[in-house]
């Protein structure tokens, strides 16, 4: 499998939206609503942000969201804030039991 | 509060053998699938291998040709990775994370990691 295509990095000021996208293919996300978003601050473990596409996890702040169109699924953040500086990466089922990651996108808070 | 604690990384050789572990709590263990996903230094993340709470269901990243077995030991609460023929490319942290597997296909917590160094 290979891996979903995500920009290297992004950037946002406070208060800003953003918005990163995983780019899969009609065998992965094309073909599944099956998309996940992790958080990860370095050296930490990663955390889930958004799972099915679009649903987000209890204690997880409303201003992340997740939608997909076509072959691209997509992260959105609103009302940025410091604490969201991290790398993100999007994960999505791709068939016969296995599932392929994005390469990550390090987001930067101006 | 779900808790999942690797251990067993460290330096091996080239071609040598490593069995991490992860020790959970804070839920019932038998009923979640359970995952290893690694991390190259300074790269992105790769799943591994996903095994199921029945401890019979596994499945595996094609690129790993049959070198690592995932198993678990449901009274003692705790995954494992036997890894075989190590490669220096094989270098990673490897976390295990709770898995929601069939037909959702996510990892909903994650441990912190356990690093693997393959060099001679």
């Known amino acids: 499998q290979s891996a979903l295509t995500q920009p290297a990095s992004v950037s946002g000021s406070p208060g800003q939206s953003i918005t990163i996208s995983c780019i899969g293919t009609s065998s992965d996300v094309g073909s599944y609503n099956l998309v996940s978003w992790y958080q990860q601050n370095p050296d930490k473990a990663p955390k889930l942000m958004i799972y099915?596409?679009?649903k987000r996890p209890s204690g997880v702040s409303n201003r992340f969201s997740g939608s997909k169109s076509g072959n691209t699924a997509s992260l959105t953040i609103s009302g940025l804030q410091a604490e969201d500086e991290a790398d993100y990466y999007c994960c999505s089922y791709a068939g016969t039991n296995t599932v392929v990651f994005g390469g990550g996108t390090k987001l930067t808070v101006l | 509060e779900v808790q999942l604690v690797e251990s067993g990384g460290g330096l091996v050789q080239p071609g040598g053998s490593l069995r991490l572990s992860c020790a959970a709590s804070g839920f019932t263990f038998s009923s979640y699938a359970m995952s290893w996903v690694r991390q190259a230094p300074g790269k992105g993340l790769e799943w591994v291998s996903v095994?199921?709470?029945?401890?019979?269901?596994?499945f595996y990243a094609d690129s790993l040709k049959g070198r690592f077995t995932i198993s678990r030991d449901h009274s003692k609460n705790t995954l494992y990775l036997q890894m075989n023929s190590l490669r220096a490319e094989d270098t990673a942290v490897y976390y295990c994370?709770?898995?929601?597997?069939?037909?959702?296909?996510?990892?909903?917590?994650w441990g912190q990691g356990t690093l693997v160094t393959v060099s001679s």
């Open positions: 994370a709770k898995t929601k597997w069939t037909g959702y296909y996510f990892f909903d917590s």
């Open positions: 099915e596409g679009s």
């Open positions: 095994i199921g709470g029945d401890a019979i269901t596994t």
